[in-house]
């Protein structure tokens, strides 16, 4: 099916950046949606950002602002520029995208995961 590939995490301190990237792969045959959601232990996965085919954005009011979602359709990849990083920015971040795949030349929904990145800020 479709698989995505996460990079970009790590440790930063209080106002510095990061820039996650997701690069999707596989037998794609069109991207809808791409996002970046994040989870911290006992909490539920929140939406970050969203952005559709026709490059309309979503943002979660506690990052807006300050991140910035992109893609690059000619490359399956999706980027989430994170600015002005808080300590509560801190969690594990999944890229997520849905579209189609081909299947034994049936295109096929699909809605795929990546593996997740760390994203640490200290005070």
């Known amino acids: 099916q479709v698989q995505l590939v996460e990079s970009g995490g790590g440790s930063v301190q209080a106002g510095g950046s990061l820039r996650l990237s997701c690069a999707a792969s596989?037998?794609?045959?069109?991207?809808?949606?791409m996002g970046w959601y994040r989870q911290v232990p006992g909490r539920q996965r929140e939406l970050v950002a969203l952005m559709t085919t026709s490059d309309n954005t979503d943002y979660s009011d506690s990052v807006k602002g300050r991140f910035t979602i992109s893609r690059d359709n000619a490359k399956n990849t999706v980027y989430l520029q994170m600015n002005s990083l808080k300590p509560e920015d801190t969690a594990v971040y999944y890229c997520?995208?849905?579209?189609?795949?081909?299947?034994?030349?049936?295109?096929?929904?699909?809605?795929?995961w990546g593996q997740g990145t760390q994203v640490t800020v200290s005070s």
């Open positions: 596989g037998s794609i045959f069109r991207v809808n949606a």
């Open positions: 997520n995208v849905d579209g189609l795949y081909m299947d034994h030349l049936e295109p096929r929904p699909f809605d795929s």
